[in-house]
């Protein structure tokens, strides 16, 4: 059970590829929202910087390296069992091939196609703000 008012603040990455597709992941059925769809990334641990959670993060699940990422938005909200601060950053450079290191499926999927894959609530503004027009480009 988590305690009332602690709020989990979580690096994510929107990863975009040569051709605009974005990779999602699948959750471990016995994870928090586990066999939904999310975007990949994790906890902010003490005295780390988004930006630094984020290139650990996608490295430990991914076996990627981020070298470009911005700011997208932030999205907090309350599942009831738990609480988490979303801090979105879109990766349009990285190293590597994605894979899913820790035995997650993942894919990579066209934008125009996010709408068919189920996803937590808390990232439903994120599928919304890549809708809205994210590329590589921007």
């Given at each position: 059970?988590?305690?009332?008012?602690?709020?989990?603040?979580?690096?994510?990455?929107?990863?975009?590829?040569?051709?605009?597709?974005?990779?999602?992941?699948?959750?471990?059925?016995?994870?928090?929202?586990?066999?939904?769809?999310?975007?990949?990334?994790?906890?902010?641990?003490?005295?780390?910087?988004?930006?630094?959670?984020?290139?650990?993060?996608?490295?430990?699940?991914?076996?990627?390296?981020?070298?470009?990422?911005?700011?997208?938005?932030?999205?907090?909200?309350?599942?009831?069992?738990?609480?988490?601060?979303?801090?979105?950053?879109?990766?349009?450079?990285?190293?590597?091939?994605?894979?899913?290191?820790?035995?997650?499926?993942?894919?990579?999927?066209?934008?125009?196609t996010l709408c068919e894959?189920?996803?937590?609530?808390?990232?439903?503004?994120?599928?919304?703000?890549?809708?809205?027009?994210?590329?590589?480009?921007?």
């Amino acid at each position: 059970m988590v305690e009332q008012g602690i709020v989990v603040h979580v690096a994510v990455g929107v990863i975009l590829d040569q051709n605009d597709r974005v990779l999602i992941a699948k959750r471990a059925p016995g994870q928090h929202q586990g066999g939904l769809w999310e975007f990949p990334g994790g906890k902010v641990d003490a005295g780390e910087s988004v930006e630094q959670a984020l290139a650990r993060e996608l490295h430990e699940e991914l076996a990627i390296g981020v070298r470009a990422c911005r700011e997208l938005l932030k999205v907090q909200h309350d599942y009831g069992d738990k609480s988490v601060l979303l801090d979105v950053w879109v990766v349009s450079q990285f190293t590597g091939v994605a894979h899913g290191n820790e035995g997650q499926e993942i894919a990579w999927v066209s934008i125009d196609t996010l709408c068919e894959y189920q996803f937590p609530a808390a990232n439903v503004a994120i599928v919304r703000a890549i809708e809205a027009g994210l590329s590589r480009k921007d």
